[in-house]
């Protein structure tokens, strides 16, 4: 265990086991999104109550859990950096800001289209937006923060403070829906509870999420390799491997 | 099927104009991530190719 944890610390290594991840994520990704969208546009039942306008939660929902999983995702490799000084986790954390950046633009974006049929607006002042366009600030704030350093050393260190302390909005956004009054509905997946959805209209939506989450670890791992070589382009393996 | 035909499929119910902007943008977003992915390991190789090129010059 250690010495894989270890192994996984050095760049040429990590690059090298990202390479055989790589191709099982994004055949799986391509397989569930596609599965997934053909079943939840075209087969899932309407909704009684909304109609059509509610097929927008195939792709607010996954992107609205994305958005905090890859936070936490950020938090942890944070958390490694500052521990162990590994840089590789800071090389993942960077990768992984961006598209967290965009999964929360999408929850943000598709819920406003949601609400205009469903509550008559597109933006209320109310605790799950709100905390959640809070999340989209940390994001950039998290991306910009880092380039605001002369010294990539100084500028990882801060963004990982940055991150860690923005975690704390992780369970706001969570527990929004519990503690305050919200027009917001509460979770569709909990581990305790059976979904209050038919299964029909239920399981396309798992396996979208399944989906974006196969497609989120593609991405960071192909992008986690263009970063490894960024940074490693003075050493000689990288030369070697750009001939 | 939960549409009668295509049209019907493309007419939403309705909420056409709610349903696919939200899938668009998604679509867009993730084959956006993949084309910047690919372009920016692409202009890695090449610049450490360039690179090479220099040293090797320059030796």
Not at chain 2, 31 to 36: D, I
Request: charged share 15%.
């Amino acid at each position: 265990m250690w010495t894989f944890i270890h192994k996984l610390g050095s760049p040429k290594w990590c690059y090298t086991l990202c390479g055989r991840l790589q191709p099982g994520f994004w055949a799986a990704a391509a397989l569930l999104l596609c599965v997934g969208s053909v079943w939840a546009l075209g087969y899932s039942p309407r909704d009684y109550q909304m109609g059509d306008s509610y097929r927008i939660i195939y792709v607010h929902v996954p992107s609205a859990i994305l958005a905090q999983s890859i936070f936490i995702a950020m938090a942890v490799a944070s958390a490694v950096l500052l521990v162990w000084k590994i840089k590789v986790a800071d090389m993942a954390a960077r990768v992984m800001a961006p598209f967290g950046a965009a999964m929360t633009f999408l929850a943000l974006f598709s819920g406003s289209l949601w609400g205009v049929p469903t509550w008559g607006t597109w933006w209320t002042w109310d605790a799950r937006l709100t905390s959640m366009l809070i999340q989209l600030f940390l994001y950039l704030g998290v991306i910009a923060l880092r380039g605001a350093f002369g010294s990539a050393d100084q500028g990882a260190k801060a963004v990982a403070v940055l991150t860690l302390v923005g975690v704390v909005n992780i369970p706001i956004i969570k527990y929004s829906v519990v503690w305050w009054n919200t027009l917001h509905q509460p979770a569709t997946f909990t581990l305790t509870q059976p979904p209050a959805m038919v299964a029909s209209m239920w399981m396309p939506l798992l396996v979208m999420v399944l989906g974006f989450y196969c497609f989120f670890i593609a991405l960071t791992l192909y992008r986690l390799r263009n970063e490894i070589l960024r940074r490693e382009s003075r050493t000689r393996w990288v030369q070697e491997l750009a001939d | 099927m939960a549409f009668d035909s295509f049209s019907a499929l493309l007419a939403m119910g309705g909420y056409a104009k709610y349903v696919w902007p939200a899938w668009g943008l998604a679509a867009l977003l993730l084959l956006g991530f993949v084309c910047w992915a690919r372009h920016e390991r692409r202009q890695l190789f090449e610049q450490l190719r360039r690179r090479r090129r220099r040293e090797a010059r320059a030796a």
